[in-house]
């Protein structure tokens, strides 16, 4: 179901749909009018459910076309220019003015027909009673100048045509419109006064009932009084079609789209009143056979009509009845647990609402289900609640965090200080923690004027125990800083035996600089072999056999090892979060790829955005750590 203002008069669309609906009215009403004649002027008209649809959904476009296709049917079956004209004003009215009432009789109303609940369905209900009353007045005037037929039987059966009709097949039709893209129209809001139009509409109705009183209670009227009567009825209805639109027409969420439980049982009702009018014909025209004889004299057929209008009737009071019911009982309850589901999924708030005191003591599903709503609810509130402190909880760890990460970032060797006082050299390094804080270290510190000591660690572990184990052993290896890298491994690696009962580890490579010569005193504690490249020459491994990680084994001895830097030459340092790097499809990064860059890297940033282009952007396990120096 689409919505739309109501479009100009004199569109291609709305004249498109004034012609459609006068086609379709007049095809459906032509048969009638030849072969279900009650008396002269009165037929059995299932096409007044008609001009109601056709109101409702297109306003002014659907009355013109009702207007229309009745005078082509009036004029079709012999009709006089009187008769077919004044009934196509009267059809007019009985098109537009419920399109009217509907959205002027009460504010917020939704911008059509839809039967969301009993009150909704009675609005409609009187909508069509008050204009079906006026519209029958109307009809029974304009055959009173005939005077071949009974008037008060002739309004009975203007008024059953077009009050049980539209209610029987044009409320269905209009709920089934409802939920599809059929394009409604509504009407333009209007912030007139709308007291002078209703006074006119009241006075119409009174004149009505008078008129009613009138021909039920006289069988001699005067000449003229069908034509004073048609006139002033039809000036006082052109005025009161002229009722503006309340302001506050409200647009249809996306629920309103579908059919309401309610409606669906209307729907239902309406079409079992169907069968089962459709059955009392049947008994009444078997179980009067009698009738038969005299059907010339269109008897038996008003008696058929007759009994099949009170049927319908009856079936729409018990229809009203259960529908009623069924909105108390059923649909009320499902509409508050859906509200208060879809408050508590849009706002997030803690529902504390008691069970309805209505609702406590019911045992059927119903009362099952609301209990098992509010019970859903509790549960639900105990879930936020445990999940809000978890939340808050998990904020304050990474709060925490992130203070930590800065703190390890700051423990860091700020190389470009060294660089300012290193002349010949250049150092420089890169980390990449897996998480917030990583067990790796890189270090570089002057133990005096010629020489400088360099380091790289990869602690076993990660997070927060990795990074505190990574600061201790930093803070050991500078606090046993000396010429003598194996010492150094040495007394690092007994104290962190004495005091390592989570039993955690960390591989280093350490070495002293001799910064006039370039001459390297370097000590191998189980770290990754470092790289090598001179000139233009392939860069090597220096694959010196290396000692157990620190922390391993208590009273170890780390063997020294010693290594000429030229200039035009560069060693690298790494962890095995580089090699051991993978990308989407778990293939590492590997030593051979390692070397091939190193040899054409001319910064350390090159290796790190080389390993981060080859992961494709995975989640790594290791922390990626570079350490660069460089001989001019």
């Known amino acids: 179901m689409r919505i739309s203002v109501q479009p100009q008069l004199f569109s291609t669309a709305t004249i498109v749909r004034v012609l459609f609906t006068a086609l379709i ?5 032509i048969p009638t009018k030849l072969l279900l004649m009650l008396m002269p002027g009165a ?14 959904m297109w306003g002014p476009a659907g009355a013109i076309g009702s207007a229309l296709g009745n005078f082509a049917a009036d004029f079709y079956t012999g009709s006089s220019l009187y008769i077919c004209f004044l009934g196509a004003a009267a059809n007019f009215f009985l098109a537009y003015l419920p399109y009217k009432l509907w959205y002027s009789l009460s504010k917020n109303t939704k911008p059509l027909l839809f039967v969301h609940d009993t009150r909704s369905f009675f609005k409609f209900l009187i909508i069509i009673f008050v204009t079906t009353l006026l519209f029958s007045s109307l009809l029974t005037a304009i055959i009173l100048p005939s005077a071949r037929v009974n008037i ?53 109705i009174a004149l009505c009932a008078a008129f009613i009183a009138f021909i039920t209670n006289s069988t001699e009227l005067p000449a003229h009084f069908s034509v004073i009567y048609l006139t002033v009825m039809l000036i006082l209805l052109a005025y009161a079609s002229r009722m503006p639109a309340y302001p506050e027409i409200q647009p249809l969420s996306d629920t309103d789209t579908f059919c309401s439980l309610s409606a669906r049982a209307t729907s239902c009702f309406l079409l079992l009143s169907i069968f089962s009018v459709l059955f009392v014909g049947f008994a009444v025209f078997i179980a009067n056979p009698y009738l038969i004889k005299i059907s010339k004299s269109l008897e038996l057929w008003r008696t058929i009509f007759s009994t099949l209008l009170i049927s319908i009737n009856i079936i729409f009071i018990a229809m009203l009845f259960i529908l009623w019911q069924t909105e108390k009982q059923v649909v009320l309850p499902l509409s508050k647990l859906s509200c208060m589901a879809h408050e508590f999924a849009g706002s997030g708030k803690l529902i504390h609402s008691e069970i309805p005191v209505n609702f406590t003591g019911k045992t059927d599903e119903i009362g099952m289900l609301y209990n098992s709503f509010y019970q859903m609810t509790s549960d639900i509130n105990h879930y936020i609640a445990d999940l809000s402190t978890a939340i808050a909880e998990k904020e304050t760890i990474t ?60 602690v076993s572990g990660k997070g927060i125990p990795a990074a505190l184990f990574m600061t201790v052993t930093k803070a050991l290896l500078k606090n046993n800083a000396s010429l003598n890298p194996g010492k150094i491994l040495e007394k690092t690696n007994n104290y962190l035996c004495e005091n390592n009962e989570m039993m955690m580890f960390v591989t280093v490579w350490l070495g002293i600089v001799h910064l006039p010569s370039g001459s390297i005193i370097y000590a191998n504690a189980g770290h990754n072999y470092p790289l090598v490249q001179s000139g233009i020459s392939p860069s090597t491994r220096l694959k010196e056999r290396s000692g157990p990680p620190l922390g391993a084994k208590y009273g170890i001895s780390y063997k020294e090892y010693n290594l000429i830097l030229p200039q035009e030459s560069r060693l690298l340092l790494y962890t ?31 290796i790190l955005f080389s390993v981060l282009e080859f ?14 120096l460089e001989r001019k």
């Open 25 to 29: 009215y007049a095809i459906a009403i």
């Open 43 to 56: 037929e059995v008209r299932f096409a007044a459910c008609i001009p109601v649809v056709a109101g409702m």
């Open 152 to 204: 008060a039987e002739s309004f009975f059966i203007f008024f059953s045509n077009n009050f049980d009709f539209p209610l029987l097949f044009g409320l269905p039709l209009l709920l089934w419109l409802h939920s599809t893209n059929t394009v409604f129209f509504v009407p333009k809001p209007c912030h007139k006064n709308q007291r002078p139009y209703y006074i006119s509409l009241l006075v119409a």
């Open 399 to 458: 709060a925490q965090l992130d203070i930590a990460a800065k703190i390890q970032q700051g423990m860091l060797a700020d190389t470009r200080s060294i660089n300012r006082n290193l002349k010949g050299y250049e150092i420089s390094a890169g980390m990449f923690p897996a998480r917030e804080v990583g067990g790796d270290l890189y270090d570089c510190f002057y133990i005096d004027d010629e020489h400088l000591a360099i380091l790289i660690a990869d």
């Open 576 to 606: 095995d979060g580089i090699t051991e790097a993978e990308n989407s499809h778990h293939e590492f990064y590997g030593a051979e790829r390692l070397f091939h860059r190193f040899e054409r890297a001319h910064i350390p940033d090159d």
């Open 615 to 628: 992961s494709e952007g995975t989640p790594q396990t290791d922390d990626i750590t570079v350490l660069w």
